[in-house]
């Protein structure tokens, strides 16, 4: 098993201030093997947790190892974690190959093992076919994707991906989340930002709750869970037939309100059940039951989720 | 070769590249070839000059030495000069106004007698008829030649083009890329970051150095001072343009490492480096320009009608030896470099706060 380094990601009495403004605050983390999901709104210190544990901002106080590793050893830290972060800044004119192969030449791999795991990890994350593309062609989806390969491609055992999901349609989150999983199941370290709480029942092993930079809850998911089960939840779908995917929806016994933002290309849906909306999003996505229908992205709404958060930290900070 | 020269040699390609064909980096080779352009324009004027002093001295109404010119006082009749000289190969007639003292405007007939002796052009300024001043326009001298390069590459291109060509290079080297959003490619991988700053230095390096030096090559050549006695010069003006490349530049990638905005430190470092000459001893040592005049080949020597100021500024008060210069340069890059990579290590990745 690839994970089974005794000492974990250990987060011991964390503290980081970027001048007066918090960061986090007296983190202590023992991160396991597995799916672990930092979830927060936006502001509570999930990236800064992500890149304090990369190494990319020092801690203010406190002590941080990634697998004995401590942050500030670069040259060892990075051959066994891989980094997918929210930034999207690729070379001018690279290909999705290229950009991979730039950045594996820094590992002193040669040509040859270099284009053996551009083309593995290129695979994995679906892009294959689109590898030889330029990067500035890719959709969003696809930016995301590229960036997923370019946390694997070296084969860490400690993934570190911040907003993984962000700009995926829904045929690329399944096939990302079950790769996450695959992953997950090899035994390595898979950390997650998210501030969408239905994406964490969907994939985490155990949850890290953070709330204005401290961690208010963490655990195993199966409690988060049990809260979020009858809080209903909001997702905008942009689609080329907004109305027709409104009557499919109608008569789903999950549904609470449809509204229509844009008749040409938005529809906003409210559910309590976000599993079934899910698979039937995705059930009308591969069927001809509306024909043309091309959805661009699915993103739940911000406002809801962080409404959703809200209410677990609020029953959280109750039962303190 | 190690695996850390391996990784220093992929920055660097990367970074050679990205330097060269920065857009937000054109305006450098604007800067490296303003000089060039002006020693171009230079030239040309001193082609047609050259032409005109063997046009007029066959056109004229007989040949003429230095010493014929000698002999026109201020005051002479036109007549006379006419007289000495013959008439002259061009004649060329201005109305000059004059406010008179009754507050009334006048026009003054100024005329020109254009004379050749094949070396130098003689303008003979008449008014009312009498002459007034005599302009000589001599050949350009190999001296020169040498000063008024040596002028122009110590008060424009060190002091400015590669000045600021160098913090448009090295300061973009780390601030540039957190402001792309992109320097995190370099520092999620396996790499020292002292290794990231090394290659991305040596990439900047030979940039500035390809730039400018290759402009200085390319305005010796126009001038014709790449051969024979100017090759010395040469080498020393290539020599003397990589080290204010290696010195700036290990200046500016420092502040680019401490300052978010390159505005004040550029203010503040062209200001330390043009008050060098007024500094003590002691403080010039630790400016760039102070080693690199020292090491330039040609002094731009003050004569008697110099400023007081350009006489301070191009002086050298505390005169030290070639190599002291060189290895005082090197020093001083050196401790700016090794500050730069303490700094580098502990270089936080905040994107939000660019």
Known sequence: MKGSVASGIIFKNVSKFYGEVLGVNRVNLAIPPGITSLVGPNGSGKTTLMNLLAGLVQPTRGEISVLGIPPGQPERLFRVVGYCTQFDSYPAGATGREFLLAFLALFGHSRAEAAGRAQAALERVKLAEAADRKIAAYSKGMRQRIRLAQALCHDPQVLILDEPLNGLDPLARAETIALFRALGAEGRYLVISSHVLHEVDAISDQVVMLSYGYVVAEGKIHGVREEMRDHPMRFQVRCSHPRELAAAFVREPHLLELRLLNPNDALLITTRDPA????????????????????????????????????????????? | MSPTLGQVGVVFRRELRKTFFARRGLWIYLLAIAPFLLFFGYTLQN????????????????????????????????????????????????????????????????EWLLYSDGSSLYYIVIQDGKVVRVQTRPAPTLGDLNRLFATVFQFFYLRLAVFFGCLG?????????????????????????????????????????????????????????????????????????????????????????????????AVALLLWESLAPFLPAMLKKLSVIYYLTQLCPVSVASGPGTSPIFALLVSAPDPIPPTAALVGLLLLAALVLAYSARRVRSLEIDYTSE
């Not at chain 2, 500035?208 to 001072?225: D, N, P, Y």
């Not at chain 2, 420092?254 to 300052?259: D, I, V, Y």
């Open chain 1, 276 to 320: 079934a909306f899910y698979l039937g999003l995705n059930r009308l996505a591969v069927s001809d039951a509306i024909p043309g229908l091309d959805i661009a992205s699915v993103a739940p709404a911000d406002d809801d989720a962080g409404s959703v958060y809200d209410y677990l930290v609020g029953h959280g900070e109750e039962a303190r």
């Open chain 2, 47 to 110: 082609r047609i000059e050259a032409r005109q002093r063997l046009a007029w001295a066959s056109q004229q109404q007989k040949p003429l030495a230095a010493a014929d010119f000698a002999s026109i006082r201020r005051g002479m009749a036109e007549s006379e000069v006419v007289a000495r000289l013959g008439e002259p190969a061009r004649r060329r007639m201005f109305l000059r106004r004059r406010r008179a003292a009754n507050d009334q405007i006048q026009f003054v007939q100024i």
């Open chain 2, 169 to 265: 290079i090295f300061m973009n080297l780390f601030r540039g890329e957190l402001l792309d959003k992109s320097l995190h490619f370099y520092f999620l991988a396996p790499v020292r970051r002292e290794v990231v700053l090394a290659g991305k230095f040596l990439a900047g390096l030979a940039a500035a150095v390809a730039i400018f030096a290759g402009s200085v090559a390319l305005q010796l050549a126009l001038l014709g001072r790449v051969g024979g006695q100017g090759l010395g010069h040469f080498g020393a003006y290539l020599g003397v343009t990589a080290l204010a490349c290696l010195g700036y530049g290990a200046v500016f990638l420092a502040a680019g490492l401490m300052f978010k905005n390159p505005i004040a430190p």
